[in-house]
């Protein structure tokens, strides 16, 4: 996903440069520059449910916090947005996530006056890589706020491996076995966003998306948010804080396996902004 990223990335910004980008009364310098790039840290937990069989009605699942997944993590998080026109501006945005988890599940059996110990040792990671872009015109605009429509695609790539083996007083009597499951999901979504300037160095920014979907061999829904405060410390450079959260459920129903991802992700981000 790193190198869509960057090809699309590539062709909005040569797609934008044949648009003219109108010059306007708003006060805040950001929100008048044809491109914004940001670079921060995300920190992300996550509740994640799995269900991946030949029928997903007949299917119990997993939870990777029973398992003893960490469920925090902290990332990268990149975003790029260009100004086409006075009114329609197009948003980049890119993050991964990764959560490994190690427990022992046991119990005591006797036999024969003899305490035997039995368990398991299960080892988990779940990764998941988001590349999320959208067109958005801002149908209300004044010097201070601008409030805006857009659709947008939110690409998500799911992975879940388990492997584990079976112990009998510490010792390992069952050899390993590993199951994974993948996921690429592209999911479109509707977004609306609103920007207020406070100043010309204080910008507040959020957005929020929705969608119920059934296309082709993927189902479900999502719900996208953000808020953002930046701080502009020079011409061109500005500090952020943000919070995300994302609440996805997405099944898929292939030819062999049907898969289910229940998950609800988010958590702060700090963020450093170039405008120019």
């Known amino acids: 996903m790193r190198h869509w990223a960057l ?29 914004s790039i ?15 069989s030949s029928n997903l009605d007949s299917s119990e699942g997993l939870n990777l916090e029973t398992l003893g997944v960490d469920t925090s993590d902290t990332s990268a998080v990149f975003s790029y947005r260009r100004r086409l026109s006075q009114r329609f501006s197009v948003d980049l945005s890119y993050s991964d996530y990764r959560s490994q988890g190690d427990r022992v599940l046991t119990a005591d059996v006797e036999y024969n006056g003899t305490i035997f110990e039995v ?8 990764k998941s ?3 999320a872009t959208r067109l958005t015109y801002d149908f209300y605009q004044t010097p201070s ?11 998500m790539e799911l992975q879940a491996q388990l492997s584990g ?14 199951a994974s499951d993948n996921l690429l999901a592209p999911l479109p979504n509707l977004v609306f966003t609103a920007k207020h300037a406070f100043d010309d160095r204080l910008l507040l920014n959020l957005s929020a998306g929705w969608l119920s979907f059934n296309i082709d061999d993927y189902e479900g ?6 808020a953002s405060l930046s701080y ?10 943000a919070y995300q959260l994302n609440d996805i459920n997405v099944s898929h129903y292939g030819d062999l396996l049907d898969s289910n991802y229940n998950m609800t992700q988010g958590g702060p981000l700090l963020m450093i902004k170039w405008a120019f």
């Open 119 to 126: 368990g398991a040792r299960v080892q988990t990671e779940f």
């Open 38 to 52: 940001s670079f921060g840290a995300f920190y992300q937990s996550a509740y994640v449910g799995i269900d991946s």
């Open 7 to 35: 090809g699309i990335l590539t062709t909005l910004f040569f797609t934008g440069l044949s648009f003219p980008v109108l010059g306007n009364t708003f006060i805040h310098p950001t929100m008048e520059r044809s491109n």
């Open 145 to 155: 706020t601008a409030l805006g429509i857009g659709v947008g695609i939110h690409a």
């Open 221 to 226: 829904r999502i719900l996208l948010s953000e």
């Open 165 to 178: 083996e079976g112990q009998l007083d510490g010792d390992v009597v069952a050899s390993q076995s590993v």
């Open 129 to 131: 890589q988001t590349l």
């Open 232 to 241: 502009r410390v020079t011409e061109s450079a500005s500090v952020a804080v």
